[in-house]
């Protein structure tokens, strides 16, 4: 699940040298609103539509125009789930992939990496979310899915994450197999964990839009 292994090699980067007029033309190819830009390679930041048409003038050169997000980037070997999160603080759908040189080696869109992602935790599997919120002493994967076994349910998938509210806890998420949690939620609560969101799935995903949604939730991002 690193990002070198969703690196879309479809999407070339722009150079300094190159013409807003082109960035647009390759857009219109493409299909997309924004592209990469890399000069000597280098990540430079991205280019969109949006860009273009405000400065109203297709023979300047993509050096000349002000671009976004030059920080947005990942390293090859980080997990896809960096991707995502990247993604989503620069409000951008694509981020750059750098090797440890910082040299340039392609973007990863955040649609390819919304798909890898939800194939790796099931989440378009039907079933049931919860996230609880502990002390690291306190995690074990090992004890929490026997509590909800317990209950005639698996964990099929869980991640973990800084809890925003508390710096001193992590916020635990769990993928079960049952849509019903109300019975694993009375067990866990039971043995001691504290739950402090869930949700459930009535059905299979049905959309790209109802995916990412669902993994938002998930990833609660």
Known sequence: MRAL?????LIPPLKFTDKVKM?????EEIRTNILPVADKGVFMGFITDEIIYDINNPELTIGEVELLAAS???????????VLRIASENQVSMV???????KYQGVVTEEDAVTA????ISIQTPGGVLILSMFMTDYSLYDIARVVESENAKVLSSFISNDPLDDSKI????????????????TLERF???II???????GISSEQDRLGNLLRFLDI
């Open 72 to 82: 947005c980037v990942v390293q090859l070997d980080r997990h896809i789930y960096e």
């Open 171 to 186: 916020k635990v998420t769990l993928k079960t197999d049952q849509v019903e949690l109300r019975h694993i939620k009375a």
């Open 117 to 120: 992602f939800t194939d790796s």
């Open 23 to 27: 960035a647009l033309s390759w857009m």
């Open 5 to 9: 292994d969703f690196i879309n090699h």
């Open 197 to 203: 969101d869930h949700y459930q799935e009535d059905g």
């Open 192 to 194: 001691g964990y504290k």
């Open 96 to 102: 750059a992939v750098v090797d440890k040189e910082m």
